[in-house]
């Protein structure tokens, strides 16, 4: 691949990244907020675990992708 081409496909990996964290990040603190003022009971942790476990995974397979100029969905 051409130099241009790589750094668009990293950043378009990194693009990727940063949805992904989002997506499962926001909604896993939320729920912790819901736990922590009573909305939600306590066992909910075990779900907020299993959301951030997957999605870190995601993530840095998406920043290993940008760090070597891979397109997000090329594998």
């Known amino acids: 691949m051409t130099f241009?081409?790589?750094?668009?496909?990293g950043v378009l990996s990194l693009i990727a990244a940063l949805?992904?964290?989002a997506a499962g990040f926001v909604p896993g603190w939320y729920a912790h907020l819901a736990i922590s003022i009573g909305i939600a009971p306590t066992?909910?942790?075990?779900?907020?675990?299993?959301?951030?476990?997957?999605?870190?995974?995601?993530?840095?397979?998406?920043?290993?992708?940008?760090?070597?100029?891979?397109?997000?969905?090329?594998g």
């Open 43 to 74: 066992w909910v942790y075990a779900c907020i675990v299993a959301l951030v476990l997957v999605t870190s995974a995601v993530v840095l397979a998406f920043l290993s992708k940008a760090w070597q100029g891979i397109p997000p969905l090329q």
């Open 19 to 21: 949805i992904t964290a």
């Open 4 to 9: 241009v081409k790589r750094i668009w496909a």
